[in-house]
């Protein structure tokens, strides 16, 4: 009985080892804005790292007043959702498909930017196209395909397998982007 007791007067005392972890983990999650204000904590770990800097720096580039609607993180895959702006889009996404690491909306344009952030898993290739493509059938407005690696090493492993119409951005040189063929720079193709 006095084990006990004094068991819970030291736990009460001292952290737990699950809670001094769990602390220095949120000590190093990654902190993202939104361009509606909204602030995010992503998990360190996977393409959260390139995620945030497509938010900061590839967004406010190329798709200037765009409207994240969708972000995914490693961890929680859906970290931030606006299935309102979906609906105002007349898309409807079946809840466990595959999402694209990014979903903005290019208010200005009315283009639907999908944005895969490549640490892992591949570009968006002729397969990856092809299921977001089905993904968001349902679309009124053009749909934008990009591939963001974090520097150009990264993507030469992939180079071959990305695929044409596509658009592939490069986070070491932010100002940029590589257009995959077709006729139009930054734009959604009829297909």
């Known amino acids: 009985p006095a084990w006990g ?10 952290k737990t080892l699950k809670k001094l972890y769990a602390r220095e983990r949120d000590m190093r999650r990654i902190p993202v804005k939104l361009s509606n204000g909204r602030k995010l904590s992503l998990s360190p770990g996977g393409q959260n790292v390139l995620i945030k800097k497509i938010i900061d720096d590839f967004c406010p580039l190329f798709i200037p007043g ?24 007349a898309i409807e996404i079946e809840e466990h498909g595959k999402m694209p690491d990014v979903v903005v909306h290019h208010v200005e344009k009315n283009w639907l930017v999908l944005i895969e952030a490549v640490i892992s898993h591949g570009p968006v290739n002729p397969k990856r196209r092809q299921e977001l493509k089905t993904l968001f059938a349902g679309s009124k407005v053009g749909i934008v395909y990009v ?18 119409e596509t658009e592939v951005w490069i986070a070491e040189t932010p100002t940029h982007l590589i257009h995959f063929n077709g006729e139009r720079f930054l734009g959604p193709y009829e297909d």
């Open 147 to 164: 591939t963001a690696f974090l520097d150009r090493k990264a993507m030469m492993k992939y180079l071959e397998e990305i695929s044409w």
């Open 5 to 14: 007791s004094h068991l819970r007067s030291y736990l009460h005392a001292f």
């Open 66 to 89: 765009g409207r994240v609607i969708y972000v995914g993180d490693t961890e929680t895959k859906w970290a931030y959702f606006d299935s309102d702006a979906l609906k105002e889009l």
